[in-house]
């Protein structure tokens, strides 16, 4: 997915603040800005009890956020001004205490529903109701085309990419799979599984600058080692597709795609969206938020989930970082490499490269 600023409000960057206080404890967590705590030697955290999965997420409103996550083996509530010094809390069922440091027990009740979702909390008699904050059931956010398609791919493949001044390096661009067969792919613009629900590649291909391509093939190599394959979302995009998303997406909705004007890392073979898949099974890896989520929760160091999700989040950030890419913050699966300023956009089909 392009990249979009992470904005804040001024409430909810406190509630996220006070959450990493919470979890700079846990042993899967980024508590140092720009650091990745989660020691590649550490195995694993084990998985959270089933029944707290449908616990865990977001409560209240903007102006009063609590966070409910699991930390090593405890479920955690943090965040909202009912709870603003809830310590640690094990569940041992519906109905536990947040311990606050003075002794002062809180009770806090979930309701659920019949498949065991809660759909609110109460903490001390004060009702917190469910976000809504992202997919539930794995769909993304779907925007509508302003204009029709046939005509939105027409204009751009008749138009240019912005002038640059260069120097660039001569484009050398890789196919992912022809240089390891073991990274797998889920190329969701080719498909119709996408922010617009519709497909804008013609082929389900993977490409990155040839540098980029044999770092990301080192990465691979090591992450086989601790058992775990890489599945590419998207790679190289043509600028043209930067443009049909740009054209194709109301202006409110300009903030989830790059402009055109400037074209983007993507453009220029040199940005990767990434995430592992289990070499045993083949399933790819639960995260904390699914790929291209427009949501917090897609945010490279958000606290909440579980702390396996969050050590496999950061383990493939550990492991790309060691290779000179970047995360973008807004995005955990968004990688930049390192000499991107080096490459020029780039609008070469898919069908042209070999």
């Known amino acids: 997915m392009p990249i979009r600023p992470l904005v804040i409000s001024q409430s909810r960057r406190a509630v996220l603040t006070a959450a990493m206080l919470v979890l700079a404890a846990c042993r899967a967590t980024s508590p140092a800005q720009g650091t990745v705590a989660a020691s590649v030697s550490d195995p694993a955290p084990p998985a959270p009890q089933t029944r707290w999965l449908g616990l865990i997420g977001e ?14 083996g405890a479920l955690v509530v943090r965040g909202g001004k009912p709870v603003a010094d809830a310590a ?28 065991g979702r809660a759909t609110r909390v109460s903490l001390g008699g004060t009702l917190f109701a469910r976000r809504q904050i992202g997919p539930e059931s794995g769909n993304q956010l779907v925007i509508t085309p302003v204009r029709p398609l046939a005509d939105v791919r027409r204009e751009a493949l008749a138009a240019s990419p912005p002038a640059e001044a260069g120097p660039f390096r001569p484009t050398d661009l890789v196919e992912l799979v022809k240089l390891d067969p073991t990274i797998k792919l889920d190329i969701r613009y080719a498909t119709t599984n996408n922010l617009f629900g519709v497909p804008f590649y013609t082929e389900a291909r993977a490409f ?60 220029r073979g040199e940005a990767v ?17 699914t790929y291209d989520e427009t949501t917090d929760r897609a945010a490279a160091r958000y606290p909440g989930g579980t702390s396996r999700q969050r050590w496999h989040r950061d383990l493939l950030r550990r492991f790309m970082e060691a290779e000179r890419f970047a995360v973008v913050q807004s995005e955990w699966w968004h990688f930049d490499y390192a000499d991107w300023k080096e490459y020029g956009i780039g609008n070469i089909p898919f069908d042209k490269i070999h």
Request: net charge negative.
């Open 273 to 289: 969206d990434i995430t592992l898949y289990d070499l045993s099974t083949g399933a790819p890896i639960d995260m904390v938020s």
């Open 88 to 115: 640690l809390v094990e569940v041992t069922s519906d109905s536990f205490n947040a311990v606050k440091p003075n002794d002062v027990s809180m009770p806090v009740v979930f309701t659920r529903t019949p498949a």
């Open 59 to 72: 409560y209240g409103p903007d102006s009063n956020i609590l966070i409910v996550m699991e930390c090593d």
């Open 208 to 267: 990155l600058q040839r540098p980029a391509a044999e770092a990301l093939v080192r990465v691979s190599a090591a992450l086989r080692a601790r058992g775990f394959g890489l599945l590419v979302h998207d790679g190289y995009r043509p600028w043209s597709v930067t443009k049909m998303f740009w054209d194709a997406a109301p202006e409110d909705k300009h903030i989830f795609v790059a402009d055109p004007a400037q074209g983007s890392k993507h453009n």
